[in-house]
């Protein structure tokens, strides 16, 4: 089974960018769809981004459909996830997601904090 380690939050003003990174190891990310999701304080996790494997098809919130985008290296075995455009409700959690075989892997997650 895979481990996923997220890295690259931190604090940014609105309007600025940061690229977040999911490091796999154990397993192969080849063959998992992989994702973000993000959780925000007395909110619920809510899909930011993810990717099929194979077809690569991606798919993303309404929220931030236009400003994010994920991507996968396999030669790295790292998931990214652009953020453009960034805005104080996308302060949250973020959490690197993968799913095979009908499992879920999460890694710990990663603090955006965007200031006005």
């Known amino acids: 089974q895979v481990q996923l380690v997220e890295s690259g939050g931190g604090l940014v003003q609105a309007g600025g960018s940061l690229k977040l990174s999911c490091r796999g190891s154990?397993?192969?990310?080849?063959?998992?769809?992989v994702g973000w999701y993000r959780q925000a304080p007395g909110k619920q996790r809510e899909l930011v981004a993810s990717l099929t494997s194979g077809t690569r098809i991606e798919e993303y919130g309404a929220s931030v459909n236009g400003r994010f985008a994920i991507s996968k290296d396999n030669a790295k075995n790292m998931v990214f996830l652009q953020m453009n455009n960034l805005k104080p409700e996308d302060t949250a959690v973020y959490y690197c997601n993968a799913v095979w075989n009908r499992r879920d892997f999460w890694g710990q997650g990663t603090q955006v904090t965007v200031y006005s």
């Open positions: 154990g397993a192969s990310l080849t063959i998992y769809k």
